[in-house]
C-alpha cells in the first residue's frame, strides 16, 4: 500500500506539504532493517500505522514475528561477536561515527519533523525545533564518552599483583520505546549503548516506526557498521516479548508502562537478562503562595498540558497554597482554554495534538468521567474535541478540581491534557502527600524562599526535581525514576553503567632478579 495523502483533505484543516524525502520514505514497502539494510519479514505480515491527527492509515509496517525477530538479534550477534564496532575500530572511530550521526540527525531536522509529527501528532515545529537538536546533542555528548570509559587500578595487593579493569559493552542490547517522542527516546538509549560499544537491535513503538527506521539508514551513512543497529517493527507482544525472551541478547532497555515492565522482568528471570527501565509517573507539582505567579502558571499550564500530557513526567498533580489557590486555578482556566489543538502538521502551528490512539483517548475521557462520577468538578475540557478536529485523536485541555488524595484522577497515570488541582496549606502536608504515591519520577517546587526549596527538594522520592523550571533535561544530568518509575538512571555518565560490565584482572609477577 502506497501512503496515503494527508494533505488539505476536505474534511481535514490545511497542513504543511510533505518534504520529498518523507514522500519517498512513505513510498517504501513495508520492512524491517538488518543488517545494513531494509529487510523483508518471512511472512510478509504487516501492520497499519495510523497519523492520530486524522484516524486515517499512513503508512504500513513490517509486523515482525518472533523468527524476524530472531533474525535481528543474530545480526546484531554475529557484529558483536566478530567485533566490528569495537575490536575491529577503536574507540575515536566509534566517537566520530557518533558525532556524524547527531550531525546527520540535525542536517534532517525537517524530516525527522514530519515524520514524527505524522506517526504521533506531535506538533511538527516541536519536534523539529525541541526533540531533533536534543537527540543530535545526545549522540555528540556520548560520542565524547566513546573515548573516555576509562578502567581504574586497584591496591589489591602490594607486590606481585598488578590489578585493574575494564569497561566492556555487555553485548547485544534490546531497546523498546514508546510512542510520545519516537525519535528522542531512540536517542537516548541508543547513544549511550552505541558509545559503550553494545551493538542494538530496537523495536520502536508500533504506533511510531518511521523515525526508528530512518535513523537506522543515516547511521550506515554515518559509517556505522552494518549489523550494529537494527529495527524490528511489530507490536509489543510478539516482537517486543520475542526480544526479551531471547537468549542472545544481553540486555533490554524499556521505556514505557508499569505493566509491560513487569513482564519484562519476569521474563528476565529465565536468563537473568540486565533490565533497565523508565516508566511513567504522576509527578507532583507545588506551587507555594510566595513564588513568581506568572512564571509559576506557565510552567505548571505546561508541566501537565505540554505534547497533550504523554510525558512520562507530566506533572499532573498540581498542588497550590492556600490563599492564591482560587485565583491561580482561575488563571489556569483562562490559559488552558486558550491553548490552540491540531493536526501536528497544522499549517499554522498549534500547542498541542492529538492523543496517539483511539484506545488512549478512550482512556483519557474515561479517567475523566470517573473523577466526574466520583465527585470532582470539571472546570474546563474534559471532552472529546469536535469541529475540524472530529476525525482524530483530541481531547480538550482538561482541568479537575475538588478531588481528594484518594480519587484515581490524583493516584493514577492518565497521559492525556487533564490535570487535578488540589489547595495544601504548609510544607510538611503537601510533601507527605507529593510522597502519598506508587511513582517517584519528577517533582516540582515554585518558591523564591531557600529553605521551602531545599527542604521540599530534599525530602521528596524522585528522580528529578525541578525548582522554578519544569521539564528540562539534559544529556550530561541523570533522569530516571525512584519507586515504580524505573530502574536505572539514563543520561549523563551514569546512563553508561546501563550499557557496560565491569571486568576485573588480576595479574601476577614476579620479581626477575629472585
Ligand atoms: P506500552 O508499555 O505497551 O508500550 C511501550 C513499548 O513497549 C512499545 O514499544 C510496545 O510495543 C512495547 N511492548 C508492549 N508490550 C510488550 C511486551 N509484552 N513485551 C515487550 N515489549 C512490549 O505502553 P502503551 O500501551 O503504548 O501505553 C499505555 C500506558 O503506558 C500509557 O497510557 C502511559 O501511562 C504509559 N506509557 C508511559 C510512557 C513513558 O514515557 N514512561 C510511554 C508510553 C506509555
Ligand atoms: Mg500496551
Redesign the pocket.
Known sequence: MMSIDVRNGDHLPATISLDLEVQRILGLPPKMFVNGARTETRRGATLDVINPSTGEALWRAAEADRDDVDVAVRSARAAADLGVWTVRMSPSDRQRCLWRLGDLIAREARVFGQLDALDCGRPVSRVELGDVPASAEHFAYYAGWATKLNGRTFPADTRGMHVYSVREPVGVVGL??????PLL?AAWKLAPALAAGNCVVL?????TPLSALYLAELAIEAGIPEGVFNVVT???????????EHPAVDK?G????????R??VR?SAVDLKRVSL????KSPNIVFADADLDLALEGSLWATMGNSG????AGSRLYVQEGIYEEFVQALVVRASSLTVGAGLASEACDLGPL??D??MT??LGWIDSAKSDGATVVCGGQRMAGENAQGFYVEPTVITDVTDDLDVVK?????PVMAVMPFRDCDEVIERANNSRFG?AAGVWSNDLSTVHEVAGRIRAGTIWVNTWGLTSPAVPFGGMKQ??KGREMGEDALDLYTETKSIWMGWQNPSK
Open positions: 523498546i520505546t514508546p510512542w510520545n517522542y527516546m523495536k520502536p513503538a508500533e504506533q511489530g507490536i509489543g507482544a510478539v516482537a517486543g516479548a520475542a526480544l526479551v533490554i524499556f521505556t514505557g508502562s508499569v505493566d509491560v515492565a513482564s519484562i521474563a523508565e516508566l511513567g509517573g504523554q510525558s512520562c513526567t496517539i490512539t484506545r488512549q482512556r483519557v493514577e497515570e492518565i497521559f492525556g519520577l518509575s524505573g
